[in-house]
């Protein structure tokens, strides 16, 4: 496969972008009333409007051209066949399997995986009907009441995002509390209200040698054994999903208190797996088998839909046009859902640690922008914060907005305002304000002579800004598992046209191992000498605010 930059779709997107770039959607909008019926797809119950793009038929046609020269469908048909795309790990690159149905299959896989996969959900919903009915109990008898996952990254953000959106769902009798930070505040935080004696851990990491994670576990087993007073009451309060059988035996885990998984399963590609236990818990195991049978849905349409109707290709073709034809350097992510308030979060991991990336596949350095800085809040919180940068600030940002048509906690008229809210940001994005426009209303709002000219290009807006819609009927744990899985696709469809590899994440290593080193730095005696001046100075000072007795 040729270059990126030298594929002939690149370069007739670079001419394209010439003509495209000073034209005005708001025109297009005008010109012609198909536009949205055109630029609109729909899969799993999540309409997608992407006509408010800076795009036309022409564009379209040369983002699909693109896709098809990086060879987007022979990528989709080998991650789905299993063939390790992960290449610097070599690892296959199988979620998809997690939520596979075994009579409309998406994968080519073994019994043998179909089987596992199975025997684990199997266990997982034994498990939290046992907590749920009161079987598993804690050392003294108590019944389960609060449930503390431990784990960070893909082992804390998707489970910690999907029990925050399906809360309507939530399953009475049990709180679900996420712990991720290793500062220390995190875990003090959350274990301040809690009884030792009906609270259960969960601690969650793929490979089990994640510091944070660790260190949160040790010490919230010390807080166990503290309060109850007797070591083995860990067996009863503890419980471990991981990759890494014999490091969870160390921990002091049994081996039938461990919930499996496998090297194909990615971390930020987890939440369907064991790694998603604190999802079975919190809205029990239908719900959890909803969520999967969206996203197994979402699957079948990106692996058959033809490009132009398909939606992780499309949204993953115009992230393509936005950051490397027109240079956008982020993107927005802004869920009308309170629901959805750790999504863009969540989403930053997936995004972000898959196609952060400056090295091809080939070992080349690229020589294009490769994925955004992922970014949003739930609106309508961040119109009243950021939003007046989208506006009118000097940077494009695409933006994504997603919205249910129901609520699933309707208060009064709240859903229909937020609803409002939601399309006449779309709308504004798009249309703008011209100065004609300005200049009426100010004077309908009685300026005139200096004042009003000198008000006037504050009230401008310039528009053009784009922007895609994402309404679905309401987020029920399918359409969310359908969503998920929607960007999870989307990330994969960039990354093929980038040519890097998605699915490894070698650039958080390094602080990882320079923080080991500073780590024991910090308990020497001798000034620290090994780094930069800046960084000796940052633990030598430190040290010295600890000798000064300078501690509250
Ligand atoms: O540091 C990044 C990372 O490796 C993520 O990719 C992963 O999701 C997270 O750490 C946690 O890893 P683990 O589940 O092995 O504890």
Redesign the pocket.
Known sequence: MSNLTECAAWHALEKHHQEVAPQHMREWFEADPERTARFSAEACGIYVDYSKNRITDDTLALLLGLARERRIAERVAEMFDGVPINATENRAVLHAALRDDAQVPACTVGADVRARVARELGRLDEFARAVHNGDWLGYSGSPITDVVNI???????GPLMVCRALRPYALSGLNVHFVSNVDGTHLADTLAGLQPQSTLFVV???????L???TNAHNARAWIVEHLGDQAAVASHFVAV???AAAVTEFGIAPESMFGFWDWV???Y?LWSS?GVSIVLCVGPKRFRELLAGAHAMDLHFRDAPFEANLPVLLGMLGVWYGNFFGAETHAVLPYDQSLERFPAYLQ?LDM?SNGKSTTLTGDRVGYLTGPIVWGEPGTNGQHAFFQLLHQGTRLVPADFLVPAHSLRPVGEHHRLLLANCFAQTEALMRGKRADEARAELQAAGFSGDALESLLPHKVFEGNRPSNTLLFRVLDPYTLGALIALYEHKVFVQGSVWGVNSFD?WG??LG?QLAGVIARELTYEDDAAGHDASTNYLINHCRHLWRSGEHP
């Not at 784990?151 to 953000?157: F, Q, V």
């Not at 969650?204 to 994640?210: E, I, V």
Request: proline share 0%.
């Open positions: 784990g960070i990254g893909g082992s804390d953000l969650c990491s793929k490979t089990f040698t994640t944070e994670t660790l991981s990759t890494n990615g971390g930020r987890s790694i991991q640690e994440q958080v290593e990882k």
